[in-house]
T-cell receptor, first 113, second 112 residues
Framework: DSGVTQTPKHLITATGQRVTLRCSPR?????VYWYQQSLDQGLQFLIQ???????AKGNILERFSAQQFPDLHSELNLSSLELGDSALYFC????????????FGSGTRLTVV | DQQVKQNSPSLSVQEGRISILNCDYT??????FLWYKKYPAEGPTFLIS?????DKNEDGRFTVFLNKSAKHLSLHIVPSQPGDSAVYFC???????????FGKGTRLSVIA
């Protein structure tokens, strides 16, 4: 157990729907990162939060949004889902902005049908 | 534009031999490099890292080499074991404040 908890582990939904992925970071970690891993793709950075504030944005679609709550858990909202959104979504946390290494959760596998 | 490239999608090595995984990068601002290992149905786990002020870092069977002039790093695993079979991701960052940039990964199979 890495200490980073992601729920649900698997999600199957239809095109056009909206889903919410949840991440609880490791205790004490203030930074949360979301990554997407599609078939044959590496880990693509989506968005970063630090202590409740958005800090960096990557290749995140406008249909996607995220937030980090006062208890530091984070949610990634995906709307108007398309087949191409099917992927593994990973959350990672790290202690502070000066730390390099992440601790990853085990991911949420999203399948859009 | 892929800033971190792992050009070999897969690699097969016999147990006991050396595994060499390669990674190239294009961004000269990268100053910290990491390798992550990923088993199926699990998240990536940190393996080893190196900063740009070094050219080698060793941790047990794992050694990472950095050639800044060539913008190339490699991960050596000696000796390779069946439990090393996994996907290995190379990652880089220009500073601790910025998100890690990952390559596409190399799937290593160690054959007994």
């Amino acid at each position: 157990d890495s200490g980073v908890t992601q729920t649900p582990k698997h999600l199957i939904t239809a095109t056009g729907q909206r889903v919410t992925l949840r991440c609880s970071p490791r205790s004490g970690d203030l930074s949360v990162y979301w990554y997407q891993q599609s078939l044959d793709q590496g880990l693509q950075f989506l968005i970063q939060y630090y202590n409740g504030e958005e800090r960096a944005k990557g290749n995140i679609l406008e249909r996607f949004s995220a937030q980090q709550f006062p208890d530091l858990h984070s949610e990634l909202n995906l709307s108007s889902l398309e087949l191409g959104d099917s992927a593994l979504y990973f959350c990672a946390s790290r202690a502070g902005q000066g730390a390099y290494g992440y601790t990853f959760g085990s991911g949420t596998r999203l399948t859009v049908v | 534009d892929q800033q971190v490239k792992q050009n070999s999608p897969s690699l097969s090595v016999q147990e006991g031999r050396i595994s060499i995984l390669n990674c190239d990068y294009t961004n000269s601002m990268f100053d910290y490099f990491l390798w992550y290992k990923k088993y199926p149905a699990e998240g990536p786990t940190f393996l080893i890292s190196i900063s740009s002020i070094k050219d080698k870092n060793e941790d047990g069977r794992f050694t990472v080499f950095l050639n800044k002039s060539a913008k190339h790093l490699s991960l050596h695993i000696v000796p390779s074991q069946p439990g090393d079979s996994a996907v290995y991701f190379c990652a880089a960052s220009p500073s601790g404040n910025t998100p890690l940039v990952f390559g596409k990964g190399t799937r290593l199979s160690v054959i007994a």
